[in-house]
Nanobody, 114 residues
Framework: QVQLVESGGGLVQAGGSLRLSCAAS????????MGWYRQAPGKQRELVAR???????NYTDSVKGRFTISRDNAKNTVYLQMNSLIPEDTAAYYC????????WGQGTLVTVSS
C-alpha cells in the first residue's frame, strides 16, 4: 500500500516561489502517473499538474509557465516547483497516486500574501 506525504508549503509573498515535495513509501511509484491537486477554501479540488510514468506533463491553464512538475523515481518523490506565485494560488495542495486511484497525501498548505 502506498503512502504519500507532502511537504514544502508555507507563507510566501506574491511573486515568490515554493517547491512542494510528495514522498511516497510502501512501493515504487515509477509506473504510476502522479498528480498535484489543490483546494482553496469554498472551492472544489482541482488538478494543477500531472506527470506520466514516462515524464510527460500537463498543467491547468492558470499555472502554465509558472509551475513545473517533476519526478525522481530513485527517491520515489514528485515535486511541484511554483514560481511567480499569486494570491489566487492560495490553497491546500495534495498529491495523488495515479489518475483514478483514491490514494492521496494529507496535504500541505500554501498561502500567498499580496
Amino acid at each position: 500500500q502506498v503512502q504519500l506525504v507532502e511537504s514544502g508549503g508555507g507563507l510566501v509573498q506574491a511573486g515568490g516561489s515554493l517547491r512542494l515535495s510528495c514522498a511516497a513509501s510502501g512501493r515504487s511509484i515509477s509506473v504510476f502517473a502522479m498528480g498535484w491537486y489543490r483546494q482553496a477554501p469554498g472551492k472544489q479540488r482541482e488538478l494543477v499538474a500531472r506527470i506520466s510514468s514516462g515524464g510527460r506533463t500537463n498543467y491547468t491553464d492558470s499555472v502554465k509557465g509558472r509551475f513545473t512538475i517533476s519526478r525522481d523515481n530513485a527517491k520515489n518523490t514528485v515535486y511541484l516547483q511554483m514560481n511567480s506565485l499569486i494570491p489566487e494560488d492560495t490553497a491546500a495542495y495534495y498529491c495523488r497516486l495515479g489518475i483514478n486511484l483514491e490514494v492521496w497525501g494529507q496535504g500541505t498548505l500554501v498561502t500567498v500574501s499580496s
